[in-house]
Structure formats: C-alpha cells, structure tokens
C-alpha cells in the first residue's frame, strides 16, 4: 500500500512536471517569493540593527517577524501559482497578472493563516529549546500533524469562501478525503526535488574536481545555483500537484495533465463542496 501511494506521488510529480513544461512561466512564482523573501529579510535585519534594547525581547520579535513575513509572501506566491494552475487544467494560458490578482483578493485571510502559522512555529522553537525528550517528541508529532491537517489550506482560501476556523476544518477535510495520495505526492514531489539538486550538482562535483583550486569558486557557484533551481522546480511541482489534489477531491475527477492516473480511493467531498474560482463566475 505504501509502495502503491509513493509510486502515485511520483504519477503526480511527473505529471506536474508535464504542465511545468507546457507553462513554464509557472515557476516564476517561485522565483518571486524567493526574490521578496530575500529583500524581506534585508529590510528586517537592517531594521532590527537600528534598534538597542533588551536581546531577548528583539530576539523575539525578530522570530516573530521573520515567521508572519516569510510565510506570508510563501503562501501569496502559492496562492497565484494555484489559480494559474487552474487555468492551466482548463487548458487555458496561465496569465501571472491573474495569478497576483485573485491572491491580491485573499490578503486578509492568507495575512491571518500567516499569523497562526507563526504562532505554532513559535511555539514549537520553544518545545524544541526546552531540550527534554518529551518536549523534542511532542514538538515532532505535532509539527508532522500541523504540516498534514494545514496540507489544503492556501487551495481553500484561493477556491472557496470561509472564514479563518473553515479554512482549517476545510483542509482537514480534504486530506482525510485524500490522505494517501496526498502523502503521496510530498513523498514523489520532494524525491524528484531531491534528484533534481543531484543531477544539477554533477557539474559543479565535476568543475571542482576537474579543475585547478583557483577555478574552485566556479564549482562551488554551480552547486549553489544547481540546489536553487531543484528548489525553485520543487516548490512549483509541489503547487502543481496540491492544485490537482484538491481539484480531484472537490470534483472527484482528474483535472488535465493527470488523466488516468490512479488517486485511489480519495474520493469526493459531495456535490456541495463545489467551489467557485474567485472573479470567474464559474463553478469548479
């Protein structure tokens, strides 16, 4: 059953590789949350440094900060990958600008997600700092079981009008509708994102020791560059095919690009989980 489960994950990576190839502007999403997250993190350190006061409480916000921003622009960049991976399953051409629009239209909501994200982040730095078994146990299990239950959580607030309580309870719906298959495909997607970062690598393993230690630096650049690809690939393989999980247990059938593959056992969530794509007009 395992095996069968994985062997799906990778059904759906490959298959979302296959939209990646027909839309690669897709991963430009990617690229965005990557480039904000960096000019993000240079504004709050900056920030921080002109500030003297007590380091715990500075440390403090800083986390604070750092969690709410991060996955804040994490989540918006998901947010337009999703809706273009909509329009890609209707077969139309996934318009960014649409993309930026229909999670413009989400701020509060992916503002709010943002916020309990963090404050579970935080919460479990602390477990994990209390350093005793029983604190690094519980960290882990509820950490694995947030990441789990919150697996659907942007894909609702994109697709479906709730409220900051429906949007958790949603998610949680819906993986339990696709349990396996969504394990499945963090399994098949973060495999094929890991090959990825090898395969890209094997130049600059080859550069650094093929060459002379002067030329080392040129290897050193292409490893950098070779994971920040397999990432950027990852991260959008991984939108793609949350994007059709979610389609599949809502419309209990497979969106383009993944006809025939084999969900199993997923199932629909019934007639009245239809959703409407925000500005559409249209049912899902």
């Given at each position: 059953m395992a095996f069968g489960r994985l062997k799906t994950g990778f059904t759906l990576a490959r298959r979302s590789a296959t939209a990646l190839r027909d839309h690669p502007k897709?991963?430009?999403?990617?690229?965005l949350a990557g480039s904000a997250s960096l000019a993000y993190l240079g504004v709050l350190w900056t920030t921080l440094l002109s500030f003297s006061g007590d380091a715990n409480a500075l440390t403090l916000v800083a986390l604070a900060c750092f969690y709410v921003g991060s996955t804040f622009i994490a989540s918006f960049s998901t947010a337009g990958l999703m809706y273009c991976s909509r329009q890609a399953f209707a077969g139309e051409s996934p318009r960014i600008r649409d993309g930026l629009r229909a999670a413009s239209r989400n701020l509060a909501p992916l503002l709010a997600w943002s916020i309990v994200s963090a404050l579970v982040g935080m919460l479990l730095r602390i477990l994990e700092e209390n350093d005793t078994p029983l604190s690094l146990v519980t960290a882990a299990v509820f950490s694995v079981a947030w990441s789990v239950m919150t697996f659907f959580v942007v894909p609702v607030i994109v697709f479906e009008?709730?409220?900051?309580?429906?949007?958790?309870a949603r998610s949680k719906e819906i993986v339990v509708e696709t349990w396996g298959?969504?394990?499945?495909?963090?399994?098949?997607v973060g495999v094929v994102t890991i090959a990825l970062g090898f395969a890209g690598a094997i130049p600059g393993f080859l550069i650094l020791w093929a060459v002379p230690e002067s030329a080392g630096i040129l290897g050193f650049f292409a490893l950098i560059v070779a994971v920040l690809v397999a990432m950027l690939i990852g991260q959008a393989l991984t939108g793609v095919a949350k994007t059709a999980l979610y389609l599949y247990a809502v419309e209990d059938e497979s969106p383009r690009y993944f006809d025939g593959v084999d969900f199993g056992g997923g199932g629909s969530t019934g007639p009245e989980s239809s959703t409407r794509i925000p500005g559409s007009g249209g049912i899902i």
């Open positions: 897709l991963v430009l999403f990617p690229v009008d709730v409220g900051v309580v429906g949007m958790f298959e969504s394990m499945g495909a963090i399994g098949g």
